[in-house]
């Protein structure tokens, strides 16, 4: 029975999902002598968009018609000769310029230029916007997420730790806490890192969880994209490549630069080759979340598009199954995509702090066949 409830529980969530995200679609009414889809894949590519975009304001849904936001902003930190700091509602969504300090800023296409009094934005030859940009150190919808997940975790693993203190056993969420970090630490840590896998443990876990949690978030009609932000999958790749690189033993380094047992023709091609794979190490890592996070983001996005785009009692059906069954998916990709990357992570740091044998038999002695 209890199976049964949670099945039904995880099958309500699914749906109220999909029917939150669904009604952010809205048609045009057909205007005089028009279409009623006029503009309607627009609207849906902006609203995937701004889905995948990061923001100055927290908006929670949009009214279509009368175009009014229910959210709240967020602050604008920036430092353009001297801290300036102001709240992004000032901008109206983009529609207002703010002046702080006789200078002009304007929220454009998710960024904030310098402007002058009228807004005016020019462009490159290729097409960008020219204007300079102030250094930008604002609480975006991301940084809050980041912030508040943080802050979640920190709460759930201090409870955790301090259930053991009287009691072998944890209660309430710790009994849901507890298998995942023996499985991080015995499945992966220790398989991977070898005798010093509890130094990593804690970078291990905290990744895991904050990855996975932040995955999960994503799914949720707040349109937070956090995961999907490749600022953020570069910030957690550089992390990594820091701990792994400060981790390395005299033997991670001999390998790279100098491969022992080789001819020395042979260590002069290795070495760049070595070196390269410093760095596409980390890469693969930031390119694999990102690009796996914002598919999963825009394939969903873009089934509840075609139910919009296509109007029928056939397609309706057919796209709001498709969606049901992708967000099946997207639940198992949101952990997949946090194991695969402490895995990497775990087996990256292993190859570094592993103690090799180099010895090689000597010309007298038996080279086993196989």
């Not at 602050?75 to 300036?84: F, M, Q």
């Not at 507890?178 to 890192?193: G, Q, S």
Request: hydrophobic share 50%; aromatic share 14%; with cysteine.
């Amino acid at each position: 029975m209890q199976k049964e409830n949670v099945a039904k529980f995880l099958l309500a969530c699914l749906l109220m999902f999909v029917s939150l995200n669904s009604q952010a679609f809205s048609v045009k009414e057909p205007q005089e002598g028009g279409d009623a889809k006029v503009n309607t894949e627009e609207e849906i590519q902006d609203y995937i968009d701004h889905h995948l975009a990061d923001s100055y304001y927290v908006n929670f849904f949009s009214d279509g018609e009368t175009g009014a936001h229910y959210g709240f902003p967020l602050p604008v930190i920036l430092w353009d000769d001297g801290l300036k700091v102001f709240s992004s509602g000032k901008f109206h969504h983009g529609e207002d310029i703010v002046e702080v300090d006789g200078q002009h800023y304007r929220l454009y296409h998710s960024h904030i230029y310098k402007t002058d009094a009228e807004g005016t934005i020019t462009y490159s030859e290729a097409g960008f916007p020219a204007n300079e940009r102030p250094w930008d150190f604002s609480i975006t919808k991301n940084v809050l997420t980041m912030m508040l997940v943080g802050l979640l975790m920190f709460i759930l693993f201090t409870q955790l730790a301090k259930t053991y203190k009287n009691r072998a056993i944890p209660k309430k969420f710790g009994r849901v806490l507890e298998p995942l970090v023996l499985y991080v630490r015995d499945d992966i840590a220790k398989p991977n890192i070898g005798k010093n896998y509890r130094k990593y443990t804690g970078f291990l876990l905290t990744v895991f969880f904050f990855i996975w949690i932040l995955n999960l978030l994503g799914m949720t009609p707040l349109g937070v994209n956090v995961t999907g932000n490749i600022a953020v999958t570069f910030a957690l790749a550089l992390i990594t490549f820091f701990i792994v690189q400060f981790s390395g033993n005299k033997d991670y380094w001999k390998h790279i630069f100098w491969m022992p047992g080789v001819p020395v023709p042979m260590k002069i091609i290795l070495a760049p080759i070595e070196v390269l794979g410093m760095f596409t190490k980390p890469f693969a890592l930031m390119i694999r979340l990102f690009a796996n996070m914002t598919a999963g983001h825009v394939i969903v996005m873009t089934l509840l598009g075609l139910i919009v785009v296509f109007q029928n009692w056939i397609a309706g059906p057919a796209f709001f199954g498709f969606t049901i069954f992708i967000s099946v998916i997207e639940l198992l990709v949101a952990f997949l995509q946090a194991y695969i990357f402490t895995l990497l992570s775990a087996l990256y740091i292993g190859m570094a702090v592993e103690e090799h044998d180099d010895h090689h038999p000597a010309d007298n002695e038996d080279i086993p066949v196989l």
